[in-house]
């Protein structure tokens, strides 16, 4: 009986004694072009409505955001701004994150993109100022994601801050 208790003992002090280890497991979800592809292309809208094209032909905001591009500043109180090396911007306000306008240097709408969810991976609809469908994009994660013509062919695969084309050519990069 008493080497029951001692044992008992025992462990109790090791079990608060000895640190206690967790191991918390991470997924990582892998793509290859022809899988992204086929999951990017599943239930496509080909156009979107005129209305919400209209509203944002120009940038209603094009000088605050080209001073707050010089100034190196990548958000607002309303709006997320990123910058491209060919001069272009998208803006992303705060009050709808599903839509993404982006302008060329002069504040003109280039294109229109539309997300499924916040949350990767994602799926893209871009289109262009007629709203149609110009690229459909599948965001494995912020750092990785396809973007191909609705063609389906491979337009460019962005890893980190770099695209690449389908030979593995840096062909824009953004800040």
């Given at each position: ?72 500043a990548t ?10 090396s060919d ?32 949350q990767t ?55």
């Amino acid at each position: 009986m008493q080497k029951r208790i001692i044992t008992l003992l025992i462990i109790s002090i090791l079990m608060i004694v000895l640190p206690v280890e967790a191991n918390t497991l991470k997924g990582e979800v892998r793509y290859t072009v022809k899988q992204a592809r086929e999951e990017a292309f599943s239930n496509v809208e080909y156009t979107l409505p005129q209305s919400i094209i209209k509203a944002n032909l120009t940038d209603p905001n094009y000088k605050e955001n080209k001073k707050a591009i010089k100034l190196g500043a990548t958000e607002l109180k309303d709006r997320y701004i990123e910058h491209y090396s060919d001069g272009g911007y998208a803006l992303a306000y705060k009050n709808n994150m599903y839509i993404v306008y982006y302008y060329k240097e002069n504040g003109k709408l280039e294109t229109l993109e539309k997300r499924n969810s916040l949350q990767t991976p994602t799926r893209t609809l871009r289109y262009n100022a007629h709203g149609e469908l110009e690229e459909v994009s599948l965001f494995i994660t912020p750092e990785d994601s396809y973007i191909f013509t609705i063609s389906g062919e491979l337009k460019c695969h962005w890893v980190g801050d770099k695209g690449y084309d389908k030979n593995g050519k840096v062909i824009i990069t953004r800040y």
